[in-house]
């Protein structure tokens, strides 16, 4: 589905931005056990990373998603006010937004215990808001995080599949894809025009270790007119274009990587952010691996490129093509 393209367009996070409390240690500590962080910070995360690489491209960035009262929720709406994004509901009252611990060893290998606050706690009337304010020509993102939800994930299964055909839906499975319930999966794989995810959320998907096939695989999974990407780092992606068409390899960009965190963000937020100014699938992947590329290049998770950043890295040629110039 290729849906309706406007000056309006909006990609719409039907999800989650939580704090991310992120710490490099030396090495993990043994069961009861400690270490002495090198290097701590603190970041909003989650969704916000999808947010702002489409926001820094020039796209219109909408929070759909929950935010509390107390210092997370503080932090999560200081931050999307900082990169312009709109926030869509009211703040909850009923408690603070919830934060992720994410240690960071001498090998560059991440462990991460979330701890959910108010944003793991949606009510239906807080699903129907979401669903009212999305409009023609909106892209709704929607992240395997909040499917896996107990509570979320039926509310946002729903309101996923009741979405009109004008509004474009990419769902990113995430790393907890195989413990999504299937009553809670089936219908946003039903619904979804784009379905972006990793080589291994693709192969736990599919059942397929090798990219390209997996694409192929999860594309069959889909409605008619969708597509699929798979991402491969710094093997760039593989694309099963809406219908029937072969499953193109779209290269990456060689850089010198210091930070992977966010990468996969990036390449959304971009993906959707040139999909929504009219941008071809493959051109747009081709930006997208760009993205995911300079922002590999940065420490920290929300490292996509400005538009004026994107453009200078991949040349005049491609920038004319992407729209950025």
């Known amino acids: ?32 056990g400690d270490v002495i962080g090198t290097r701590t910070a603190l970041y909003a995360g989650g969704g916000f990373n999808t947010l702002t690489a ?19 929720g503080e932090l999560v709406r200081a931050s999307l006010a900082a990169e312009g994004v709109e926030a869509l509901l009211p703040v909850r ?3 603070d937004t919830g934060f992720c611990v994410a240690l960071v060893d001498g090998g560059g290998e991440r462990t991460f215990v979330t701890s959910f606050g108010v944003d793991a706690r949606m009510t239906r009337d807080e699903a129907a808001g979401i669903a009212a304010a999305v409009r023609a020509g909106d892209l709704v993102q929607v992240s395997g995080y909040g499917l896996v939800m107990e509570v979320n994930g039926p509310l946002l299964s729903a309101l996923v599949a009741g979405l009109p055909d004008e509004v474009r839906v990419c769902f990113d499975p995430a790393p907890l894809v195989a413990d999504i319930p299937a009553e809670v999966l089936d219908p946003v794989l039903a619904r979804t025009d784009w379905l972006s995810c990793n080589a291994r959320e693709a192969r736990l998907m599919s059942g397929v270790a090798e990219p390209r096939e997996a694409a192929l695989a999860l594309r069959g999974r889909l409605r008619d007119g969708a597509g699929v990407l798979v991402r491969a780092d710094a093997d760039g992606c593989f694309l ?22 966010g990468a996969g963000d990036a390449h959304v937020g971009a993906f959707l952010a040139l999909l929504g100014r009219g941008v071809a699938a493959v051109d747009a992947a081709r930006g997208a691996n760009a993205a995911a590329a300079l922002a590999v290049t940065r420490r920290g998770p929300a490292t996509g490129p400005t538009r004026g950043e994107l453009a200078s890295f991949v040349g005049p040629a491609l920038a004319e093509v992407l729209g950025l110039v």
């Open 1 to 32: 589905m290729t849906g309706p393209t406007t000056a309006d367009s909006r990609v719409v996070l039907a999800g989650n931005v939580i704090a991310d409390l992120v710490i490099d240690v030396p090495t993990l500590p043994e069961r009861g």
């Open 240 to 261: 099963a274009p809406p219908g029937s068409g072969d499953v193109v390899h779209v290269p990456g960009f060689p850089v010198e990587a210091v930070d992977s965190n």
């Open 54 to 72: 489409a926001r820094r491209l020039g796209a219109r960035a909408v929070y759909a998603g929950l935010h509390g009262t107390g210092p997370y």
């Open 93 to 95: 009252t009923d408690g």
